[in-house]
Structures are given as C-alpha cells and as structure tokens.
Nanobody, 124 residues
Framework: QVQLVESGGGLVQAGGSLRLSCVAS????????MGWFRQAPGKEREFVAR????????YYADSVKGRFTISRDNTKNTVFLQMNSLKAEDTAVYYC?????????????????WGQGTQVTVSS
C-alpha cells in the first residue's frame, strides 16, 4: 500500500512558476513509476508527465513539453513537478499517482495509487 500526499499548488499569474511535490509513504517507493495528471473543471483527468522508477526516463504530454519537468528523489520518497511559463489553460487539480511497474503509462488505469490532488490556478 502506498499513500501519496501532494503539495505546492496555489494561485499564480500567467508566465509564472510553481513546483509541486508528492510525498509517498509505504514500502518500496523506488520500485514504482510515478506520474502527474490533472483535471480541469468539466473535463476528464489527463496525463501530464511520468517518470520511471529510477528517474532515468521521463515522458510528457505535448501540451506541457518544454515547460514542465518531472523529477524524483528516491531517498526522500518524493516526486516533483516543476511548472514554468504557466498558462491559464494549466489551471486544474493536479494529482500524483504511483504505478507498480517500471515505467508507468499515460492512462489513468496504468496507476494503482492516487493522491488527493492539489489545486493550481493560473490567472491571465
């Protein structure tokens, strides 16, 4: 069992930056691939970024490529999402997720555990 707690969300102006964190509790954090998803009002939850168990491989949605960076610190059981050049369309609740596979995936169903989410609001 893995528990995930996100933090770092908030209100920011367009063009600004935020860094989200997700701390995992439970065993064997470094055996899980981790992902970030987001859900805007009235929309389905969508993939944002994912990182392999070792941190050696990362993948991004086209909409955030070049602006967001996912990373992890396995010594601290933490995964990060650095978000730069934020746009109004990035406004959403952001969720971290853990997959009991090496590389995860881009679908909600690829993940076994989810956090409660953190709100990111970008004002234009």
């Amino acid at each position: 069992q893995v528990q995930l707690v996100e933090s770092g969300g908030g209100l920011v102006q367009a063009g600004g930056s935020l860094r989200l964190s997700c701390v995992a509790s439970g065993r064997s954090f470094n055996s899980y691939a981790m992902g970030w998803f987001r859900q805007a009002p009235g929309k389905e939850r969508e993939f944002v970024a994912r990182i392999s168990w070792s941190g050696g491989r990362t993948y991004y949605a086209d909409s955030v490529k070049g602006r967001f960076t996912i990373s992890r610190d396995n010594t601290k059981n933490t995964v990060f999402l650095q978000m730069n050049s934020l746009k109004a369309e990035d406004t959403a609740v952001y969720y971290c997720a853990a997959a009991s596979t090496s590389y995860g995936g881009s679908r909600n169903s690829d993940y076994d555990y989810w956090g409660q989410g953190t709100q990111v609001t970008v004002s234009s």
